[in-house]
């Protein structure tokens, strides 16, 4: 809606779903990186945890066309609020060709045949659990470190599971891990992703604007510390409160988009807010 008055290609701060979108802070590269070790260095499991809107789902869905572009074999589950024999079944259905399952046992023997014969064609699964915090409630959590327990059979030369299993979720999940010992013990790599620092956030705002087709100072240097503050350094709230504040500034055929914009759109956010929790 705004974007030819700003000279953009397209909106900066919508979804993000290309490659040129994504932002290589510190946190996010090292999380990335940890958890492409885990799937190359074949461990059993690894967990990525961090607030709500850090962009862990971003890094998994990069990760996950990395992986799927090289031709591994990947399961996501998306949303994780089922029953162990519910989530067994899925992954039972999953892992093989489908068909019917009808019991918590059925689904633990295609598993194991599934995970046998992708062994045989030295293939290894990696399974993505986004949200994985919720697991707990329903008793899966445990049910996951019991498929660790599955081997690659002679094919696995002593390297582990069958399986690679991440783990993606918010901070409950690392309390969740921490009651559960047996698992936390196969758990190789933790990554703690965290907020944009104040420099990062400029950075972040600067390179979607970019991305976008930008070839101008649009957010003063103002407005980009202001924009930390507000977002506290969330990607999310960052994208949310920079995408009014572009379009606010378009209605009120601005040259640039100032802090005090941004404290504007800010407070409208948080009216709202209130108002729906009334």
């Known amino acids: 809606m705004y974007e030819d008055y700003w000279q953009l290609a397209t909106a900066p701060f919508a979804y993000a779903t290309s490659d040129d979108a994504y932002f290589p802070s510190e946190a996010h590269d090292g999380a990335l990186l940890k958890f492409r070790y885990a799937v190359d260095a074949q461990r059993g499991a690894a967990a990525m945890i961090g607030p709500s809107g850090v962009g862990k789902s971003l890094l998994v869905r990069r990760l996950t066309a990395e992986l799927a572009a090289n031709e591994r074999p990947v399961i996501e589950i998306l949303f994780p609020q089922m029953s162990s024999r519910e989530l067994l079944a899925y992954l039972a259905a999953k892992l093989s060709d489908g068909g019917e399952i009808n019991s918590a046992d059925q689904a ?12 045989r064609k030295n ?3 990696i399974v993505v659990i986004d949200d994985a915090q919720v697991l707990e409630e329903a008793g899966a959590l445990d049910t996951l470190r019991l498929l660790l327990n599955f081997t690659a059979g002679p094919l696995s030369q002593g390297r ?11 901070l409950p999940l ?14 190789a790599v933790k990554t703690l992703l965290r907020s944009f620092t104040l420099d990062e956030s400029a950075a972040y705002i600067e390179h979607r604007l970019r991305a976008a087709g ?11 510390e202001k924009a930390h ?3 506290e350094g969330s990607p999310r709230k ?10 606010v500034g ?16 800010n407070r409208e956010l948080v009216t709202v807010a209130a108002a729906a929790g009334h």
């Open 160 to 170: 582990g599971p069958a399986l690679t299993l991440l783990l993606v979720g918010q």
């Open 108 to 119: 633990v023997r295609r598993i194991e045949t599934s995970l046998a014969e992708f062994a």
């Open 238 to 247: 960052l994208n949310r409160l920079c995408d009014l504040a572009l379009l």
């Open 250 to 265: 378009f209605a009120n055929q601005q040259a640039q988009v100032e802090a005090g914009d941004l404290e504007n759109v």
């Open 214 to 224: 930008a070839e101008r100072e649009i957010f003063t240097p103002g407005a980009l």
């Open 123 to 125: 293939q290894r699964p």
């Open 174 to 187: 690392l309390s969740a891990i921490a009651r559960m010992p047996a698992l936390e013990d196969r758990i």
């Open 229 to 231: 503050f507000l977002a």
